[in-house]
């Protein structure tokens, strides 16, 4: 009988490159439905099931200012694991941890968005998918080559980024902070890993978004 790694292992093997095919809050992304449809042949073929587990909750309210109105977000986060199970032997099977992370307007549109989110992630890193400038982001949706990404270290190119997007780094910041990182200390060092030398209020939109992707990715400090 096949084992749960090497079931894993076959449905890697059907997955190729992936391009961002939707946008929010001025952002491109992998949808979670290509991700998903991308492997559930085989995962159905296969026998695989993939079981996420919310392990806890802790939510806090963000309060800003957009266009001249006083907003107020959800900001819903918590550990979590994925478990991949063979159903053929369900005592064969992989725990992985992870966690989540959403801002909404309503609480329970920032978990289920939070969730979404994790998975779409969980499953691009897990079988390593390339979603970088090096495949997908070289070309657009409908194939055409020739695109080129915008330069990080240049905030000529490309539309400024929002006061969404500023306003979540911002928050996503502020989580990090401690006694020895400070936010413009964490700030300096996304900056670095964003490979430039301007602050973030006056990013692109491109930019901001590589921002939140890191910060909602790494569980590590921003500036580490």
């Not at 449809?37 to 909750?57: A, G, R, S, T, W």
């Not at 982001?137 to 240049?154: A, I, L």
């Not at 936010?183 to 602050?199: P, R, S």
């Amino acid at each position: 009988m096949t084992n749960i790694y090497q079931k894993l292992v076959a449905i890697r093997k059907t997955i190729d490159a992936f391009t961002k095919d939707s946008e929010s809050f001025g952002y491109s992304y992998v949808s979670g439905s290509q991700v998903l449809h991308k492997i559930k042949d085989k995962m159905d073929e296969l026998e695989v099931v993939l079981m996420p587990q919310v392990l806890n909750q802790h939510h806090e309210t963000f309060d800003y200012v957009a266009k001249g109105k006083e907003k107020t977000d959800f900001i819903v986060t918590g550990d979590m694991k994925y478990v991949w199970v063979n159903a053929e032997n369900p005592e064969d099977k992989i725990e992985i941890p992870w966690q989540f992370m959403g801002q909404q307007d309503d609480i329970s549109k920032a978990f289920g968005s939070g969730l979404t989110y994790s998975e779409r992630y969980f499953l691009l890193k897990f079988f390593g998918v390339p979603t970088d400038s090096d495949d997908p982001d070289g070309k657009d949706t409908s194939g055409k080559q020739g695109y080129s990404k915008p330069n990080s270290s240049n905030n000529s190119n490309g539309s400024l980024a929002s006061e969404k997007q500023l306003n979540l780094v911002k928050s996503l910041l502020k989580k990090k902070v401690t006694g020895e990182w400070t936010f413009e200390k964490l700030h300096q060092g996304l900056k670095q890993k964003l490979n430039t030398t301007v602050d973030m209020e006056n990013w692109t939109k491109s930019q901001a978004s590589q921002a939140i992707e890191i910060l909602q990715s790494d569980k590590k400090d921003a500036a580490s």
